[in-house]
Structures are given as structure tokens and as C-alpha cells.
């Protein structure tokens, strides 16, 4: 062994006991669950005005402890963006039109249209307008009854919204929607305009019964 592989040798074993002992503190992490998700909607009822809340978005997602009650899965949700399409127009047929009117407590309110050109379908995407109230997170427990957004739209619409969330996490459940028949256990989708009214199906998930 020469006494440059000597050299070498000790250097590298002077690094290891110097790496081992300059751990510092555990860093800190975030225990709640949390994630951006976009959920996906059709009107499969005919056409109408569907006006949203703070606490339908609160209940998108939920859990059936019993046959006949849910709990949400999210504590938080705060709106990131919102996007339609309307059905085809067949030729010759009256056109299709969007609207997406974006409300608030602090400012006036935005609408957002869109019209169907011959067989090209009505197409909107928008976000919430920055500083409105209709950006903000709604929480639970906290102005639920808010209106965030209204939607005009036609049968067979296809709506994508996309939330940021955060899950329950040492907070008590609170309580989603009724229901009738739930298999206990369970985890539904909601419709976005409410199970009351029950026109804007989830898609991917088993709508709440």
C-alpha cells in the first residue's frame, strides 16, 4: 500500500464520525392530509341554474358511519378553478350556452359565457377572481351558507372543479348531507348542487343515495 491509499483511507474515515455526529434536530413536518384534486360533474337532468355553497363543496366526499347519516372527509377546501363543457350542438339546432357567474362578499360579481359554434361545444374555464371572497378557504363551521358561484347551464354539461383540500385530521366529523339506504362504511361522492336537489352527478365516485 503506498502513502497516498494511506492517505485516502484516513481522510475518508475522518468524513464518517464528522457526518454522524453534526445530525442536527428532527425537522418538522405537517401531519394534516392535504392535496389539490379535480372532481368532475355531469347534469344529467335537464337544463337549469344551480347556485353553489361553502358547504356543498364541504361535502363532496363522505363517509356513512350509518345507513341514514355522513361525515365529511374534509375540514378545508378552498376553490382553485372551474371548467365546463356543454354537449355537441347537432346542425342546424338552436346553440348551447354557458355562463359561470363567480359571486363575493367584497367586490361585484364576474360572469363568464361561452356559446356553442356549430357542432364545437360551449367551453368555459375560469378562476376565482383574486382578493374575492370566492377564492378564500371555506371551513367547516364557518359561513357554510356562503353562495361562491352560480352555474347556467344546459343537459348534459360536463363540469370539472378543482379544490385545494385538507382532511379532517383531530377535529370531531362533521356532519354531510342525509342520506337513505347508505351501506354502511362507506365512502360517496355528493352531487355538487347537494343531495336536496341531487341534479349534478359525481363522476368516478358512487353518488350518495
Known sequence: MNKK?????????????REIS?????PPFTPT?????????????SNGTY????????NLVLYTPTATSSVRLFEAVRLVGLEMWSSPTALG??????????????GP??????????VSPAHIRSSPPSRSSCEWWSMSGQQESDDLFVLVIPVNTTIDVTLALRFVENEAPTGGDATTGATVGRIYGDYLDGATSGMLVPVGYLALP
Open 51 to 58: 347556485t353553489i355553497t361553502r358547504a356543498q363543496l364541504l
Open 33 to 45: 392530509l392535504r392535496t389539490t384534486h379535480k372532481f368532475r360533474f355531469v347534469n344529467g337532468a
Open 22 to 26: 453534526g445530525l442536527g434536530h428532527i
Open 93 to 106: 339546432s338552436q346553440a348551447f350556452q354557458l355562463s359561470l357567474e363567480w359571486l363575493g362578499e367584497n
Open 5 to 17: 491509499q494511506t492517505r485516502k483511507q484516513v481522510k475518508g474515515t475522518r468524513r464518517g464520525p
Open 109 to 118: 360579481s364576474t360572469i363568464v359565457s361561452d356559446t356553442s359554434i356549430g
